[in-house]
């Protein structure tokens, strides 16, 4: 019909052209059309017949949701055991609700639930399209924005899993109970030793981080920290928080990004003092230092 068309078959995400720059500058293809517009022209350098770049306001930096808002979207999602769909559709992919609510990493949004409005895909409020959320933290461990995953099943293109609308994304990981003690002090746990050295698992986005958060048994002496990584998150400053000592276990996926994201982790643990496995690239217990 004369369009790009965009389509994604390992996240499901389609669209057109528009639609990618949107989600790849983290805007809202209706909400912020003029953004989304200056910024695809900027990116393939042509403007003619259009406005100026110049024309627009300057996009500001991006920041992060209301802490309050996020705490209140937070508090009004209910434990996913008390929704049977969400509860269903997890179950179906042999992840453990009971294990989730338990350990706080996600929540859902009941039907009708009133959202900020970031809290929004394609025009639609999380509620309604993404009704399962899970809080992603900083370097310090401090819960700073929610990520949504679809659980409806709709085959309409729409993206699985978002971020908030026209909201920044890089720094934020999902991180397990033990994983944001470990950010917010920048230490091993008590229990960690020369003998038995903490694991940090860092997996690639939010099925595995829930799939592997949910397999550590709560009556374990010595948990694992998990930590969930998606596009732009991983940074020098998250590396840093990882206590030297530590066995840092690179799980990402074996394609174009996980292979990036697995460089990126690697590369920010340059000259430290833990040991790193990437079971999956065939690297295994390599000294950073």
């Known amino acids: 019909d004369g369009t790009i068309q965009v389509r994604c078959f390992s996240c499901d995400f389609g669209g057109d052209a528009l639609s990618l720059v949107a989600v790849a500058r983290g805007l809202d293809p209706r909400a912020d059309f003029l953004a989304v517009l200056s910024e695809a022209t900027r990116l393939v350098g042509c403007t003619s017949g259009l406005p100026s770049r110049s024309s627009y306001a300057p996009l500001p930096p991006p920041e992060f ?7 209140d979207l937070w508090e009004t999602a209910v434990a996913i055991e008390t929704d049977p769909e969400a509860t269903a559709y997890l179950c179906e992919r ?4 009971g294990a989730i609510d338990l350990y706080q990493l996600a929540r859902v949004l009941p039907p009708g639930t009133s959202a900020p409005s970031w809290a929004r895909c394609r025009g639609k409020p999380w509620p309604v399209s993404h009704r399962l959320v899970l809080p992603v933290v900083d370097h310090n461990g401090v819960v700073r924005s ?10 309409d293109g729409t993206p699985k899993r978002v971020a908030p609308a026209s909201k ?3 720094g934020l990981v999902l991180a397990c109970p033990v994983a944001r003690q ?3 002090t920048g230490q091993a746990p008590s229990w960690a ?5 903490l694991d940090v698992v860092i997996a690639e986005g939010e099925p595995d981080f829930l799939t592997w958060a949910t397999r550590v048994n709560d009556s374990c002496e010595a948990p694992p920290a998990i930590l969930g990584v998606v596009a ?3 940074g020098d400053a998250l590396a840093d928080r990882i206590p030297d000592g530590s066995r840092v276990v690179i799980r990402t996926h074996q394609d174009t990004s996980g292979n990036r994201y697995a460089a990126e982790i690697k590369a920010s643990f340059a000259g430290r003092s833990v040991v790193l496995f990437d079971l999956k690239r065939g690297n295994h217990g390599e000294n950073a230092a």
Do not use: F
């Not at 949701?65 to 705490?71: H, K, S």
């Open 65 to 71: 949701p209301a802490a309050d808002e996020v705490a």
């Open 94 to 97: 042999a992840i453990d609700p």
């Open 146 to 155: 929610l990520r949504a995953w679809r659980i409806d099943g709709a085959v």
């Open 168 to 170: 920044a994304l890089a």
């Open 182 to 184: 470990m950010l917010a």
């Open 193 to 197: 030793s020369a003998a038995a050295p």
């Open 232 to 234: 732009g998150a991983w």
